[in-house]
Structures are given as structure tokens and as C-alpha cells.
């Protein structure tokens, strides 16, 4: 079955520093990898896929994923973090049943960038 | 262009009723996912609509239904609810034809409370 690990329940950034939120995946064939964020009450909003090709992924409002097979690894990265980068962040992967696909989400890590 | 719209956003409910939660669909997608969003965890998957019929359920009793119409608006219904059902419920939509590859798009959510 597949499966996300988002083995961080909270990451700590000051503003102006680089950031990185952690997920491994465990998938049987091509890992298709999505990253997402959630606001305070808010629905999940895309932010960047993993589908083929570059193993670096760039995405919405500055931030990027690099994709690693070897270590089945799809972390989240910004060079500068921003106080308004605080959110809840969501891994997931594409999971393949019978022909049709839904997405598996890991639990989530709380970004909290610091002024 | 409207995203995913469901309605309603907030609302209460008692043990042993039952609750009908509507979703409408991205314009120009024709599949619709249902998933639950306990308190601190990351979304899990209810079930999938597409031409009107259930292709894909998740792990939840059979108290949880829904439906989808022509116009590709879907309704989850959960009956004889418990305490556990309290959570944000996500709508999500999607075009089949990219359904593997392509992001799910999300509605802000419905956030049940059952007292």
C-alpha cells in the first residue's frame, strides 16, 4: 500500500532563513508526489508535483521539492522563509487502485516562521 | 472561473442524526473525492464519484454515502452519527483524464461538530 511519513510534527524557522519540511514515501511503481497548504480553517491549496524528470521541482509562492529515489524522499524547501509561510503542510501520493487514483496524505507539519 | 464551493461551511449536530454535506465542482471537472479531516491529522479518503457512481471508497462504514448528479455537484451523507465523525470534511475535484498526474483541487471544507 502506499504510504506518506511526515516525520515532523512542528518545524521552528526564523523569517530570512532556509527551510526544509521532511516526507518519505513508500509506493509500488512511479511515485507521482504532491506537496500542499493549509491555512487556518481553510481547504488545502496546491503547491507543487512530482511527476518525471527534474528531480527539483519548483512551485506557487517561492517554494520547491527535491525528489530523491534512492532515499524515497520528497522534501518540501524555500530558500527565505516568510512569516506568512505559517501554515500546516501536507505531503502526499498518487495511490493507484484498479486503474483509478486518489491521493494519500501524510499528517501534516506545522510551519511556524518566526518574525 | 468559481473553484469548489461546499456548503455548508459550519454545523452541529447530535449523536444518532444524520447530515448531508454538498459539494460543487470545479467548472470543467467532472470527479469529485470526499475526505475527512480529523483534528490534527491529515485528510482521509471517504470515496470518489465520477458519471454519477461510487469507482473508489476508503475505509469508512457504510454509514457513509453519497452521490453525484449530471451536473457533476456531489452530496456526502453520513447517518447515525458518532462523536468521531466531528471533522472538517474536504470536497475535492479533478478531471479524469488527468487523474493520475493532476492535482486534486479542494474546496475550503465543511467542519461538522457532532455533540
Known amino acids: 500500500a502506499q504510504s506518506v511519513a511526515q516525520p515532523e510534527d512542528q518545524v521552528n524557522v526564523a523569517e530570512g532563513n532556509p527551510l526544509t519540511v521532511k516526507c518519505t514515501y513508500s509506493?509500488?511503481?512511479?511515485?507521482?508526489l504532491f506537496w500542499y497548504v493549509q491555512y487556518p480553517n481553510r481547504g488545502l491549496q496546491f503547491l507543487l508535483k512530482?511527476?518525471?524528470?527534474?528531480?527539483l521541482v519548483k512551485g506557487s509562492y517561492g517554494f520547491e521539492a527535491e525528489f530523491n529515489k534512492s532515499q524515497t524522499s520528497f522534501h518540501l524547501k524555500k530558500p527565505s522563509a516568510l512569516v506568512s509561510d505559517s501554515a500546516l503542510y501536507f505531503c502526499?501520493?498518487?495511490?493507484?487502485?484498479?486503474?483509478?487514483?486518489?491521493?494519500?496524505f501524510g499528517k501534516g507539519t506545522m510551519l511556524l516562521v518566526s518574525p | 472561473d468559481a473553484g469548489v464551493t461546499q456548503s455548508p461551511t459550519h454545523l452541529i449536530k447530535t449523536r444518532g442524526q444524520q447530515v448531508t454535506l454538498r459539494c460543487s465542482p470545479k467548472?470543467?471537472?467532472?470527479?469529485v473525492s470526499w475526505y475527512q479531516q480529523a483534528l490534527g491529522q491529515g485528510p482521509q479518503f471517504i470515496f470518489q464519484?465520477?458519471?454519477?457512481?461510487?469507482?473508489q471508497r476508503g475505509n469508512f462504514p457504510d454509514r457513509f454515502s453519497g452521490h453525484q448528479f449530471p451536473n457533476y455537484s456531489s452530496e456526502l451523507n453520513v447517518n447515525a452519527l458518532l462523536l468521531g465523525d466531528s471533522a472538517l470534511y474536504l470536497c475535492?475535484?479533478?478531471?479524469?483524464?488527468?487523474?493520475?498526474?493532476?492535482?486534486?483541487?479542494f474546496g475550503e471544507g465543511s467542519r461538522l461538530t457532532v455533540l
Open positions: 475535492a475535484s479533478s478531471l479524469t483524464g488527468t487523474s493520475v498526474t493532476g492535482e486534486l483541487f
Open positions: 512530482y511527476i518525471t524528470g527534474d528531480n
Open positions: 467548472s470543467g471537472h467532472d470527479t
Open positions: 464519484y465520477y458519471e454519477e457512481e461510487e469507482r
Open positions: 509506493v509500488s511503481g512511479n511515485p507521482y
Open positions: 502526499a501520493v498518487r495511490a493507484i487502485y484498479s486503474g483509478y487514483s486518489t491521493l494519500t
